[in-house]
């Protein structure tokens, strides 16, 4: 949906220890507690601050409506698709220290717009010393499934898993956590209804763009972050089909996690996170905003221990925050 990259801001050099973009430290070995925040849409336009595009306006003021049930023990808190502008130095500003007060120190993975219109991913996180602001992922690859077959589209993949970008991990965890960006699902989706190759719909060897296994699915401990922009609706054409069921056509994203191991040495993830926007006017869209499905003998869709909704004066769900906790694997 949003592919222009952004030019304001560079991406930070690897963890030496893992290899990784660090995300400090999580608050249990077996366990991954995190916040997921969603806004309300009429039509294209949001609902819950629609003139200010300000990180303060757009994401501090919902998770400063958090109570201490929804953010206690907390790793992270995942936003769905909606670009916010920070200001400069950014993990030195009041902004990033207010926003952290609200989560007790727990990291924000969201999305940043540029100077030039560019959209990139970024990640905001506190280690004992020091707030750290990284670019995770400096722009969206496709928006559509069309587009995968598109040689532009496969070599830029290969850049970003070449590059470990969107690669997460905590300091103290095996584990770990791989962004793909809305439609970006699209390169791994189909698989499991297809074949059993990889876990990619292009084959890995193939001359061209020719690869090696990447890094994040080399085995099984790796957990998928799907944050999406355009609410889906309940057919099978609008994207309903990705993470939830439509009629008698079950979840297609979802199904690949049944999956373990692929012939070219790839694994499926053990859990998938998906956190989408929402249409205001729908119940559908909002309960399916945000799916979370783990690898617990079979699949299963994990249900959230803590909801925040924010209602406006005209009875509108401006904004909607889910706690989930999910085993992890070790």
Request: with cysteine; glycine share 8%; net charge positive.
């Amino acid at each position: 949906m949003h592919r222009r990259k952004s030019k304001t801001y560079s991406t930070r050099k690897l963890d030496k220890a893992t290899g990784n973009l660090g995300l400090g430290k999580s608050h249990f070995k077996n366990k991954l507690n995190f916040v997921t925040l969603s806004w309300g849409k009429k039509g294209e336009k949001f609902i819950w601050s629609p003139k200010s595009r300000a990180f303060s306006d757009v994401v501090t003021k919902p998770l400063s409506c958090l109570d201490d049930k929804m953010v206690n023990g907390i790793d992270f808190v995942i936003c769905a698709g909606r670009a916010v502008t920070i200001p400069k130095r950014f993990q030195n500003s009041k902004e990033a220290r207010s926003v952290l007060k609200c989560t007790k120190g727990a990291s924000i993975i969201f999305e940043v717009l540029g100077t030039g219109g560019g959209r990139s991913w970024g990640v905001l996180w506190k280690d004992p010393k020091d707030i750290h602001f990284d670019i995770v992922r400096s722009h969206q690859i496709i928006a559509e499934s069309g587009e995968t077959d598109k040689k532009k589209a496969r070599f830029s993949l290969k850049h970003v898993l070449d590059n470990n970008e969107g690669l997460l991990q905590f300091k103290n965890q095996n584990y770990r956590l791989q962004l793909f960006i809305c439609g970006e699902n699209n390169f791994i989706k189909k698989t499991a209804t297809r074949s059993k190759k990889s876990l990619f719909v292009f084959d890995l060897n193939e001359h061209a763009f020719a690869m090696p296994i990447p890094k994040f699915c080399a085995d099984d401990k790796w957990i998928l972050i799907n944050p999406s922009h355009r609410p889906y609706t309940p057919v099978i054409s609008g994207g309903g089909a990705n993470y939830n069921t439509v009629g008698r056509v079950r979840p297609s994203v979802a199904r690949m996690i049944k999956d373990h191991r692929y012939k070219d040495g790839t694994y499926a993830p053990s859990a998938i996170i998906h956190v989408n926007n929402y249409s205001a006017s729908g119940r559908w869209s909002k309960e399916q905003a945000t799916r979370v499905f783990i690898k617990s003998g079979g699949l299963r869709n994990n249900k959230y221990v803590g909801e925040v909704r924010k209602v406006d004066e005209e009875g509108r769900t401006v904004f909607i925050s889910r706690k989930f906790q999910i085993n992890v694997p070790t």
